[in-house]
């Protein structure tokens, strides 16, 4: 079990650096928030995989916390978004 | 396999905080913020100290960047008012 763990960890770091090179890439705006909504949900689960290898149950309180505030803060930046081309 | 997730992430947030300050998009910079407080939340979860990360999850990653949005949007209604010559005003508010 100890092996699944670890090889969950590495793809979900793996994949976490893919969506960050296209956060600093990234032309637009809009493919920087959706890329970070991406890595948003990798690291949740990340959290959750540590949180099990840990072996407390505290630390998916991060994880929920994260999961609200992170969708509030791209709900906020998604709004923006939206006001600023129907204004243009 | 700790050891090697803090080294990433710490080296991502280098290359984030650089890429804030070198931005010339405000909202790349922004959104690069809150990529450096959700990396920093994971490095305080595996140095074991769920409390902290918590605070930089809510605070970090979800406040900061809606108060900086909303400094934004109101930093751009300012111009557009001073660009249609009402800059008095506004600045007398």
């Given at each position: 079990?100890?092996?699944?763990?670890?090889?969950?960890?590495?793809?979900?770091?793996?994949?976490?650096?893919?969506?960050?090179?296209?956060?600093?890439?990234?032309p637009t705006s809009a493919d920087r928030l959706t890329a970070l909504n991406l890595?948003?949900?990798?690291?949740?689960?990340?959290?959750?995989?540590?949180?099990?290898?840990?072996?407390?149950?505290?630390?998916?309180?991060?994880?929920?916390?994260?999961?609200?505030?992170?969708?509030?803060?791209?709900?906020?930046?998604?709004?923006?978004?939206?006001?600023?081309?129907?204004?243009? | 396999?700790?050891?090697?997730?803090?080294?990433?992430?710490?080296?991502?947030?280098?290359?984030?905080?650089?890429?804030?300050?070198?931005?010339?998009?405000?909202?790349?910079?922004?959104?690069?913020?809150?990529?450096?407080?959700?990396?920093?939340?994971?490095?305080?979860?595996?140095?074991?100290?769920?409390?902290?990360?918590?605070?930089?999850?809510?605070?970090?990653?979800?406040?900061?960047?809606?108060?900086?949005?909303?400094?934004?949007?109101?930093?751009?209604?300012?111009?557009?008012?001073?660009?249609?010559?009402?800059?008095?005003?506004?600045?007398?508010?």
């Open positions: 079990m100890p092996v699944i763990i670890d090889w969950t960890s590495a793809f979900l770091l793996g994949s976490c650096m893919v969506g960050i090179i296209r956060i600093i890439i990234g890595v948003g949900s990798q690291v949740i689960a990340l959290l959750v995989v540590t949180a099990f290898r840990a072996g407390s149950p505290v630390y998916l309180d991060v994880a929920m916390v994260y999961s609200v505030f992170g969708f509030l803060g791209v709900l906020a930046i998604t709004r923006y978004l939206s006001k600023r081309s129907n204004s243009k | 396999m700790s050891i090697v997730i803090i080294g990433t992430f710490g080296a991502i947030m280098i290359a984030a905080a650089i890429f804030a300050i070198y931005s010339q998009n405000i909202l790349s910079a922004i959104i690069s913020a809150g990529v450096i407080s959700l990396l920093a939340s994971i490095i305080y979860i595996l140095l074991a100290a769920p409390d902290v990360a918590m605070t930089e999850a809510a605070i970090g990653s979800g406040l900061t960047t809606v108060v900086f949005l909303l400094a934004l949007r109101r930093i751009q209604v300012n111009q557009a008012e001073k660009e249609d010559g009402s800059a008095e005003e506004v600045i007398d508010d």
